[in-house]
T-cell receptor, first 112, second 112 residues
Framework: DVKVTQSSRYLVKRTGEKVFLECVQD?????MFWYRQDPGLGLRLIYF???????EKGDIPEGYSVSREKKERFSLILESASTNQTSMYLC???????????FGSGTRLTVV | SQQGEEDPQALSIQEGENATMNCSYK?????LQWYRQNSGRGLVHLIL?????REKHSGRLRVTLDTSKKSSSLLITASRAADTASYFC????????????FGQGTRLTINP
């Protein structure tokens, strides 16, 4: 089975800190995605990548950046964490267009 | 940009009964997917139905797709307590880079 691993299940950071969320997939998937999930707002796409070093903005990219230096790893970076970035962050990957996603277990980030 | 909308928002039934959840969407799609999320965890891919398919089965799951009405339904037969979860539909309008858009989900509770 494809596995998508997110580095932390729970994370607490201070306002203004630079935060790195790491995601690794082990099945040579082309596409990788970062979503955040908030009550009442559902899943919202932050950034996605369809190839190494390629990235595209999703619906809510402000305050975030991403890095994909290797095919298996997709990092989400909060340049200066703010309390409104407290959320559940979900990483996913897919083999290519037209296939289902495999999600990681999520990282619940709290910014204080 | 929410594409899919699930109905109902919450559903509570007795173990052994069938559960039906509906999804409506706004624009043409390449495929539609259903996911399950147990509380506080990542999403799990259940089934993918392509725009040229009308019905698909997987174990106790049955998915239908009506592209003329822009709607889909997920039927879970002979429900079990372990089916308690949130269920999301996601639409894929891929003609280019893949980018699923998720609905807000249906919270399903199976009472023993």
């Amino acid at each position: 089975d494809v596995k998508v691993t997110q580095s932390s299940r729970y994370l607490v950071k201070r306002t203004g800190e630079k935060v790195f969320l790491e995601c690794v997939q082990d099945m040579d998937h082309e596409n990788m995605f970062w979503y955040r999930q908030d009550p009442g707002l559902g899943l919202r796409l932050i950034y996605f990548s369809y190839d190494v070093k390629m990235k595209e903005k999703g619906d809510i990219p402000e305050g975030y950046s991403v890095s994909r230096e290797k095919k298996e790893r997709f990092s989400l970076i909060l340049e200066s964490a703010s309390t409104n970035q407290t959320s559940m962050y979900l990483c996913a990957s897919s083999l290519r267009a037209g296939y289902g996603y495999t999600f990681g277990s999520g990282t619940r980030l709290t910014v204080v | 940009s929410q594409q899919g909308e699930e109905d109902p928002q919450a559903l509570s039934i007795q173990e052994g009964e069938n559960a039906t959840m509906n999804c409506s969407y706004k624009t043409s799609i390449n495929n539609l997917q259903w996911y399950r999320q147990n509380s506080g965890r990542g999403l799990v891919h259940l089934i993918l139905i392509r725009s040229n398919e009308r019905e698909k089965h997987s174990g106790r799951l049955r998915v239908t797709l009506d592209t003329s009405k822009k709607s889909s339904s997920l039927l879970i037969t002979a429900s079990r307590a372990a089916d308690t979860a949130s269920y999301f539909c996601a639409t894929d309008r891929t003609w280019g880079a893949q980018k699923l858009v998720f609905g807000q989900g249906t919270r399903l509770t199976i009472n023993p």
